[in-house]
Nanobody, 120 residues
């Protein structure tokens, strides 16, 4: 079994910062891309940022210049540093990993989500 466990969410004032972490554990052969998505109440889940195994990154336009995604391959962990947070960043943030459990079996896995609330 594979598990993705997120941490680091919480309540922060506008302009503040948070750092999310997501560790993948279990029977993992290799991890390809990892990403963060978010879902606000009444809205569809959207991609926030993604990072390939080689370190290439992509960001939603709404977070460019404020958020930074990174990963530690030795720890099977992906991070999301969020700066200059805005109320519209309030959402549940989900970690996603595209990984192989064997050389021939590849699936996408999701974490349980962590709440981020930006409010004064």
């Amino acid at each position: 079994q594979v598990q993705l466990v997120e941490s680091g969410g919480g309540l922060v004032q506008p302009g503040g910062s948070l750092r999310l972490s997501c560790e993948a554990s279990g029977s993992i052969f290799s991890i390809n891309a990892m990403a963060w998505y978010r879902q606000a109440p009444g809205k569809e889940r959207e991609l926030v940022a993604g990072i390939t195994g080689g370190g290439n990154t992509d960001y939603a336009d709404s977070v460019k210049g404020r958020f930074t995604i990174s990963r530690d391959n030795g720890k099977n962990t992906v991070y999301l540093q969020m700066n200059i947070l805005k109320p519209e960043d309030t959402a549940i943030y989900y970690c996603n990993a595209d990984l192989r459990i064997t050389a021939w079996r590849r699936n996408a896995y999701w974490g349980q989500g962590t709440q981020v609330t930006v409010s004064s």
